[in-house]
């Protein structure tokens, strides 16, 4: 453990101290700092005390001490309750740091180039390079273009996994760009390596003797990767200058994605840390909840709470947190909301990607494997990155529950209330598609293969009535009910937005037709309409999806509806069923 010192360009209204154990830096108040300054680990709680009060304008009590010990620091891991070093566990981490890490390079390692790189950082070099970078942008999206570039990739696909190597190479130079700000500033990195962020893939630089640099020293070590990031893309421009290779500038143009995207201050992208240096507040999303409490004058809040921000601070982040939450809870319940449907889509994707790698292993095509295999392995990371959020937030929200229930009485009747209501409200949102899946499976129907879905003009030849589904116009046709016969080009259009289309035959019994065009008015995406040569007195079809029946009071038609109506074998489901072409009588 080390007791490093004054944290500079602290944003709170009281100096903040920094002591460093295992690698990290632990936040403490100078009353804190100076009660750890006095354990040597022989002293007793009153000689700890009378070292503290002759150092300091507190008169500290042995009481005091020993409650300072037992109740402050020895929570926080750097000693025991006897005064002696702790190296218990530091608890959880959170769930946005990186998990699994591997280290690629070492202190030395690194040090071997920071060294030299750090000098791209001297003002001079930061005027020119920057200069040279703003011109080989403009000229990249002014004047030449990266239409060529993102052609070749489409038309030759083994230059995805060129564009992909030179993506990763940008991402360990961006990492080094961390690593030479901090060597500019006189501090060393300590490791750079891999890891896993949520459940991805990520590069990451242990930067942790920034906290004892000035502000400005810590921004420039939180800017370095946005900066070599570019430098990096210049240098490509540049090879492009010499070997005429048009991906490298789509490459050029995916490099200044991600260095846009690390500067949104939400999940610890750089955006994030550069927020906290800023503001002076290290970690902001760790300190939201201590704020919080601090914020709020009721006894009986457990917890730990923030010190006192300086005023203009606690404006930032006052309107820090009213962003950061509403965009939080609106993820939540958007993923939630969704979280069926995407499914549907990920299985559906997952199917079609895993088809594709077995005819390109029969037919020995390996750039097609290996593109097959990284899709496969795209659509894995992204169920795992939902099951690790969904994993977290439930398991979180128990928790908090158990602990409301456990302290008895109306705290115990709120805990349960919430966890019905939230039981109540999952069954709503998921009720539908679970039913939809358990119909799935809905007798007599039929599954038909769509090989094409493109747009064309003019009359299609289908060869079945009524289609399910293949090339189509242009303009889908508005859902409902319809009293006469509408283009077949339409309405296929329309099953690919997730239509379900009930047609029945022109000599179908009034009262049919009643029930249907009533089924067309309670629901969205239902298209109904008459249809001459109609293989029996009612047809149901979605995309790929077939079921004859005789009578619309047959409990397979409400199934089907269920189970294909904006279902995941619609191509473009949720797409809109009005704004088209057509006036239904109803809908």
Not at 91 to 107: K, T, W, Y
Not at 272 to 291: E, K, R, V
């Amino acid at each position: 453990m080390e007791l490093v010192g004054v944290l500079p360009g602290s944003g709170f209204a009281e100096q903040q101290f920094l002591v460093a154990r295992d690698g990290k830096f632990i936040q403490l108040t100078e009353l804190l700092f100076r009660t750890l300054e006095a354990v040597d680990g022989e002293r007793k709680f009153n000689d700890i005390a009378g070292a503290v009060t002759n150092s300091t304008d507190w008169e500290v009590t042995p009481d005091q001490a020993e409650y300072l010990i037992v109740e402050k620091l020895a929570p926080l891991g750097l000693i025991d309750s006897s005064g002696n070093v702790d190296h218990a566990s530091d608890g959880e981490r959170s769930a946005f740091m990186v998990r699994a890490p591997i280290p690629l390079m070492g202190e030395r390692a690194i040090e071997r180039i920071a060294r030299i790189t750090k000098h791209l950082f001297e003002t001079p070099v930061v005027i020119v390079l920057g200069a040279l970078v703003v011109l080989g942008h403009l000229w990249l999206f002014l004047v030449h273009g990266v239409e060529n570039g993102l052609l070749e990739v489409l038309y030759a696909p083994g230059l995805l996994l060129v564009v992909l190597a030179f993506i990763g190479i940008a991402g360990l130079v961006h990492e080094f760009g961390h690593a030479s700000g901090l060597r500019h500033g006189g501090r060393k990195a300590r490791s750079i390596g891999a890891g896993l962020y949520l459940v991805y893939p990520a590069f990451f630089t242990d930067v942790s003797e920034s906290y004892a640099l000035p502000r400005a020293a810590r921004l420039r070590t939180d800017l370095g990767g946005i900066y070599f990031h570019l430098l990096f893309a210049l240098a490509l421009i540049g090879l492009y200058q010499v070997t005429g290779w048009e991906f490298l500038l789509f490459t050029v143009l995916l490099i200044d994605i991600e260095a846009v995207r690390q500067l949104l201050p939400f999940g610890r992208l750089d955006g994030y840390w550069i927020l906290a240096d800023l503001t002076g507040i290290p970690d902001p999303l760790s300190q939201m909840l201590p704020f919080l409490r601090g914020s709020v004058e009721k006894a009986g809040l457990q917890g730990s709470r923030l010190p006192t921000l300086r005023p203009w601070v606690r404006r930032i982040f006052v309107a820090y947190i009213a962003l950061t939450i509403p965009a939080i809870a609106l993820f939540l319940i958007v993923l939630l909301v969704r979280l069926p449907t995407l499914l549907g889509l990920v299985w559906d994707a997952m199917t079609v990607q895993l088809s594709q790698l077995a005819t390109a292993v029969a037919n020995s095509v390996p750039i097609t494997v290996i593109l097959s295999a990284l899709q496969i392995g795209l659509i894995v990371l992204e169920l795992g990155a939902t099951a690790f959020i969904l994993a977290k937030i439930g398991r979180e929200g128990i928790l908090a529950l158990a602990r409301l229930g456990r302290a008895g009485g109306r705290r115990r009747a709120a805990a349960l209330a919430i966890a019905l209501a939230s039981a109540g409200g999952l069954a709503y949102l998921w009720g539908p598609h679970i039913y939809g899946l358990a119909a799935g499976s809905v007798a007599g129907v039929q599954y038909v293969d769509v090989p094409s879905r493109n747009h064309v003009e003019g009359a299609v030849d289908y060869g079945r009535v009524p289609p399910v589904g293949g090339d189509h116009d242009a303009v889908w046709q508005n859902c409902g009910f319809y009293a006469t016969e509408i283009p077949l080009e339409r309405a296929v259009h329309s099953m690919e937005h997730g239509a379900v289309w009930i047609t029945y035959r022109p000599d179908v019994a009034d009262a049919e037709v009643a029930h249907v065009r009533d089924i067309s008015g309670q629901r969205s995406h239902v298209l109904v309409s008459p249809m001459a040569g109609n293989p029996a007195p009612l047809v149901a079809t979605a995309w790929g999806r077939q079921l004859l029946l005789e009578r619309a009071d047959d409990p397979r038609l409400d199934q089907f509806i269920a189970a294909f109506r904006l279902g995941s074998n619609a191509p473009e489901r949720g797409g809109p069923c009005d704004g088209g072409e057509g006036q239904p009588e109803s809908r």
